[in-house]
């Protein structure tokens, strides 16, 4: 199925949070780490925490700084994803998440 500019997507946002909420703990799961995701959208808290206690990775921190981007607690993102480059200058991502704290 090709999706033309005039056709309306046949995804929606609640779709894209529905697989990052399946994918993202298989994921950590896979890298020896875990952690307890929900939506934000619908008021519900996210719990990286444990993850990042269980196993401070670049991965984890940097997990850690997208969930507390998302909860506005900015200080600690900040943190994280300082952190994140500090280990690894090549972690892409962690420039644009950190670029968008700053």
Request: charged share 25%.
């Amino acid at each position: 199925m090709s999706i033309r500019p005039h056709e309306p997507s046949p995804w929606t946002a609640a779709d894209a949070d529905e697989a990052a909420a399946r994918l993202l703990p298989a994921w950590l799961s896979a890298q020896g780490a875990w952690a307890t995701v929900k939506d934000t959208a619908t008021g519900r808290y996210l719990a990286a925490d444990a993850a990042l206690a269980l196993k401070a990775t670049t991965d984890t921190y940097y997990l850690h700084g997208l969930v507390r981007t998302a909860t506005r607690d900015y200080k600690t993102a900040e943190f994280d994803l300082d952190k994140v480059v500090e280990w690894n200058p090549m972690y892409e991502a962690a420039y644009v998440a950190q670029s968008e704290v700053q």
